[in-house]
């Protein structure tokens, strides 16, 4: 069995590592930018020109708060390159990070095929080189993909046998787009999914100095804890939504509930993801709930209250619509269509869906959202909002100040405050609250939250 000793323990916790990060998307941009700020070596590898040009000058692909400047400040100390060939960013790595996607496909059932071609990519690079990099899987994978699908993809490319030649771990990811930065600097926890013990030796001595408890357990274990975190938290965005509904029709304010509810923290567990608001969305809690109920489906396991989650989900969304329609708007302003604050991402986003059905609705819409640029959208994320909203860059208004000549106005992020929401309301335009600006009465003429 391949261990590392303890003097090479020693003298990985002694020097940086070179490590090669293999899907250059929010994920693995976000986990670059923080490797580098922690003083390692890192060299991302992602097929799309573009993106590995705009890496390459130290510039990111992605809008997310602290990113750019961590990226920027790798790139001029010479520790961050990026390259389209998978064989010169694993020459010399001590890791390897494998951050690609894995979306969902129309049945549930997860797309694999981003994993397969990393995998043999590395494989084959692996076969021809003496470089033994430990393999770190964080793609959000099924249980058993580990195991059963990456290890031996792995060993048929390179011909190593893993345990013997080579390392593999699955470490999952915990990172909220928005605060991604952050998160990674303080994780919840930190998981690595082992084959056998020691396997991540090297990557638990790369957050030594972080703290957050660490688990070491079996790669399906690690594999099932990253969708367990993500359908609870799907879970409490729609309970906290459903108690909400249910407490409005009987006059009773849903955030003074919650904040009660919230307040044990000794058996509510905690307070995120149950506040009442506006319904998930996003590349995560979607796709994760779709594969885990395909897989169900396979296994014929009817599990009732996962299945209503996207249903409770959609009903959320179509309410919401029904209410902006209800007041019969010739204009709409719309603050926010990225799923959340913070950043571009506007896959699965719930403001899309509703900006589309205005649009077929004839309402003409003017949409604020300072983290969203046309130009700089990529990939799926691209694809998704010009598949729902063709003409983007036509709707999108530079200031908050474009909104004041519209009907009514959806704030769907908090990036606006008290003072302009009583000039809005002074003015004779509708507020839609979605996310408690606060400050502002209940009561107020021509003002309603989304529960309140």
Known sequence: MLTLTLQANKEYREKNLKISIFGMGYVGVVSGACLLRDGHEVIGVDPVASKVTDLSQGHSPIQEPGVTELLTEGYEAGRFKATTEPSKGLAGSDMVWICVGTPSEP??????????????????????????????????????????????????????????????????????????????ENPPKIIVGEAYHGAGDLLFNLYE?????????????????????????????????????????????????SEVFCADTKLNISPAYLRPGPAYGGSCLPKDLRAILRLASLNSLHLPMLQGIPESNDIQIHNLILRVLAYRPNSVGIIGLAFKCNTDDMRGSPYVKVAKSLIGEGIRLRIYDPAVEPDRLIGSNKEQVQKALGHLVDLLVPSLEDLSSTDLILVNHPIVDSDRIYNWLNAGIRILDLVDIKSVDRIADLYEGIYW
């Open 107 to 184: 049945n549930g059932d997860i797309d694999f095929s981003a994993v397969d071609t990393v995998i043999g990519q590395i494989g084959r690079s692996l076969r021809n080189s003496q470089d033994r990099p430990l393999v770190v899987l964080r793609s959000t994978c099924l249980p058993g993909t580990t195991s059963n699908r990456v290890i031996p993809l792995l060993e048929e490319a390179s011909g190593l046998k893993v345990s013997k030649d080579i390392r593999v771990v699955y470490h999952p990811e915990f990172l909220r787009e928005g605060t991604a930065v952050k998160d990674f």
């Open 209 to 257: 100095k972080y703290e957050a408890p660490h688990f070491r357990m079996e790669p399906a274990e690690a594999e099932m804890v990253k969708y367990c975190d993500n359908l609870f938290h799907a879970l409490k965005v729609t309970f906290a939504n459903e108690i909400a509904s249910l407490v409005r029709t009987l006059g009773v304010d849903a955030r003074r509930i």
